[in-house]
């Protein structure tokens, strides 16, 4: 099943992710630590289309939620949770537990169904799970709404759990946002992150290489392709010959994936591989940070450093506007 397909955006979710990409082109990408109501709703939708036994899982989740939380308790049923009830953190354990709920039904359920089209009937089928397609769907979501949790090998995981996240795709965030020369750059990352939540993993490959040429641009590198920068930038001496001889494979595989996989050579629908596109954002972010010269940890410290900076500064004006005196007028004086 292809629900991007099946539900293509609606003028309203173009103007969100438009807004977002603006956003981020000024702040970069921030990852949150809960789940908004839309993505609850939207997973929720996504769970009945992908079983004929959705209660089964919410009643599953709401179990794991008592057992495995860190309140043990689900006073709101997972459903109304998803649906807009209780808190965005209360969401992101609901969510995981709907995700875990799934997987486990899809291998153990063999308790056949009465219920079809919301009517009980004496027709009884097995159950399903399209356990593909609400993973997939379920990832997409929180990427496109950029939730800083996956579910991936059996496990609901934060993002930064993961050595190439860690390393590679949040330092080259917050590197692309340190300086406004890096915005084009910037774009073009968070761009095919967004195709990538959109399913749209022949779009991602082409806007990650469409970033690392963008960045050589911001150093001040020309060429017609990223192989004739990395040439141009040895002999502007922005890398040494051992820089370019490192680099220079990755090159060639970015290249040879874009010519091959990218959009431009309008490949059909789910021929080119998420795990290709993956690996383009993971070797464009990797390849702009060697380019800059600087440790993943001394970006993340930096930019730490900057933030801790500007909330100092937003402690001392506050402090500074309750320190000012009093006017001697106020709002019960008549004139």
Known sequence: MDLGREYPPLPSELRRRRLLAEEEAVWGVTWHDSCPPDVGRKLLTVLRQATNAPERVLARADSQRLVSSAEGTAD??????????????????VVAAVLHSFVWLSEHD??????????YSDDMDPPTYD????ITTANDLLLGARVGWHFQDGRFEPRDNQVLH????EPAAVLLDSDPKFAPASRGFQTALNRLAENKPDVAITDAASAVQEFFRALGVVGNSIADQLNNAQKASLITSYDRQLL???IDWMNSDRSDRGNAHHHRDGE?????????????????VRLSNKEPRQILAARAKKEKE????????RAAELAKPSSPLDDSTPF
């Open 76 to 93: 709101i049923t997972s459903d109304d949770v998803l649906d807009g009830g209780d808190d965005d953190t209360e969401r992101l354990d």
């Open 166 to 169: 860690a390393e590679v795709v």
């Open 110 to 119: 063999d308790e056949l169904v009465n219920q079809i089209h919301g009517w």
């Open 272 to 288: 080119v591989p998420r795990a290709d596109a993956w690996l383009a954002i993971h070797v464009a972010g990797a390849l702009m």
């Open 131 to 134: 356990v593909d397609t609400f």
């Open 310 to 317: 500007a909330a100092e500064q937003a402690r001392v004006r």
């Open 248 to 250: 220079k494979p990755i």
